[in-house]
């Protein structure tokens, strides 16, 4: 299974938002509602931001949305923020059972 | 709190095993699986397998097929990840998530991660 594909980098000054893609194939993540969306701070657990496809655990602040189409999903960090600065991994189901795949992951930086 | 508490660092040679465990708290660990990832040096995430809540149903990455076994004691609410014949490029940080594939179709809790060097 090919990793999904993410840009390597993003960035922008605070209180500007970024956009980061993850795009996948018809198998992943374009045929399941199972799109995930993670933060990772070096050093400490990755922390879930998104789950199937768009929706927002509790505790995780509405300036992270996202979307999803055909199969490239979308992340956006609104009114950006010094400690948004981290690494970010989308994630989805990828079938044969119960097998999942990551994407190559976004480092983001608050300029 | 709802948490997941793995061991120590682990140093081993290469052609060795590793056990790194992954201890629950705060839920009922019986009614969730348990996904494991690694993150190698200066790479993303990879998703290894996964056990599911009845410590049975198990299953594994094509590419570690073989050299990776999982296991979780409900008694003791610890999930387990042993990888053999250990090689340098398995060098890497090694998670554990609860897996919620049955609801949200994604890893809500995670492990702070253990290290694992592979070297001579």
């Known amino acids: 299974q090919s990793a999904l594909t993410q840009p390597p980098s993003a960035s922008g000054s605070p209180g500007q938002s970024v956009t980061i893609s993850c795009t996948g194939a018809s198998s992943d993540v374009g045929d399941f509602n199972s799109v995930s969306w993670y933060q990772h701070h070096p050093g400490k657990a990755p922390k879930l931001l998104i789950h199937e496809v768009t929706k927002r655990p509790s505790g995780v602040p509405d300036r992270f949305s996202a979307s999803r189409s055909a199969n490239t999903a979308s992340l956006t960090v609104s009114g950006l923020q010094a400690e948004d600065e981290a690494d970010y991994y989308c994630s989805s189901f990828a079938g044969r059972g119960h097998s999942y795949v990551f994407g190559t992951g976004t480092k983001v930086t608050v300029l | 709190q709802v948490q997941l508490v793995q061991s120590g660092a682990e140093v081993k040679e290469p052609g060795a095993s590793v056990k790194v465990s992954c201890q629950a708290s705060g839920y009922t660990f019986a009614n969730y699986g348990i996904s494991w990832m690694r993150q190698a040096p200066g790479q993303g995430l990879e998703w290894m397998g996964w056990?599911?809540?009845?410590?049975?149903?198990?299953q594994y990455a094509q590419n570690l097929q073989g050299r990776v076994t999982l296991t979780k004691d409900t008694s003791t609410t610890t999930a387990y990840m042993e990888l053999r014949s250990l090689r340098s490029d398995d060098r890497a940080i090694y998670y554990c998530?609860?897996?919620?594939?049955?609801?949200?179709?994604?890893?809500?809790?995670w492990g702070q991660g253990t290290m694992v060097t592979v070297a001579s």
């Open positions: 056990i599911g809540p009845n410590s049975v149903d198990t």
């Open positions: 998530a609860r897996d919620r594939s049955g609801s949200l179709r994604a890893f809500d809790i």
